[in-house]
């Protein structure tokens, strides 16, 4: 089944705890992202990857960093989180830029 | 830097009446226009996209949304709304001069009343 996975689906950590959120995708898609939604703002994206080792910021970055060493892999990782990361977070892959996206199934973060 | 509104937090219809969920955008090159759907709980799913061609779009469900040059608008639609289709909808635009950048909208909230 053509699916993007994401793990864990909810975490609660303490502030300055670093953590990985793991995003796989099994479709061979060369475009992967990162979004965080809050209420009232929809989607923002923090991070995007048009193929492997290669990546670049989204509309907030901030306190977050991501690698691209496999086509099918996308890890999230917050090095010192704080509350303002208290998110629920979602990964997509799509084939190109003019194609509709894959969400997985999004992983709710709260940074204590 | 592209960027799209959906004015309206919330959208009240009842079951078997059309129903109207707005976007406006804005790009400096062509836009990529997309609609998204998200159940409670749930990812967001697909449901229907503007790249070129004809202005009317039909996809999944039943919906179809009007891409509008003029008005920079792409509003989704449908004729006859079911309850089921109560859900949060998101319009989404990339540039074409800037592909890699997706915006999305805040979202609307609809809801069909039996």
Redesign the interface.
């Given at each position: 089944e053509a699916q993007v996975t994401q793990n864990p689906r909810y975490l609660i950590t303490v502030t300055g705890k670093k953590l990985t959120v793991t995003c796989s995708q099994n479709m061979n898609h060369e475009y992967m992202s990162w979004y965080r939604q809050d209420p009232g703002l929809g989607l923002r994206q923090i991070y995007y990857s048009m193929n492997v080792e290669v990546t670049d910021k989204g509309d907030v970055p901030e306190g977050y960093k991501v690698s691209r060493k496999e086509k099918r892999n996308f890890p999230l990782i917050l090095e010192s989180p704080s509350p303002n990361q208290t998110s629920l977070y979602f990964c997509a892959s799509s084939p190109g830029p003019a194609n509709e996206q894959f969400f997985g199934p999004g992983t709710r973060l709260t940074v204590l | 830097a592209q960027s799209v509104a959906?004015p309206e937090?919330q959208v009240n219809v009842a079951e078997g009446n059309p129903l109207t969920v707005k976007c406006t955008y804005s790009v400096s090159g062509n836009p990529?226009l997309?609609w998204?759907v998200q159940y409670p709980n749930?990812?967001?799913?697909?449901l229907l996209?503007y790249?070129t061609g004809d202005n009317l779009v039909k996809g999944s469900y039943g919906f179809e949304a009007e891409f509008n040059k003029s008005q920079t608008s792409f509003h989704l639609k449908k004729p006859s709304a079911l309850v089921s289709d109560s859900a949060l909808y998101?319009c989404?635009v990339?540039d074409s001069y800037n592909?890699?950048?997706?915006?999305?909208?805040?979202?609307t909230r609809l809801t069909v009343k039996p």
């Open positions: - | 959906q937090d990529y997309f998204y749930r990812g967001l799913q697909f996209k790249i998101f989404a990339r592909n890699n950048d997706m915006r999305f909208g805040a979202g």
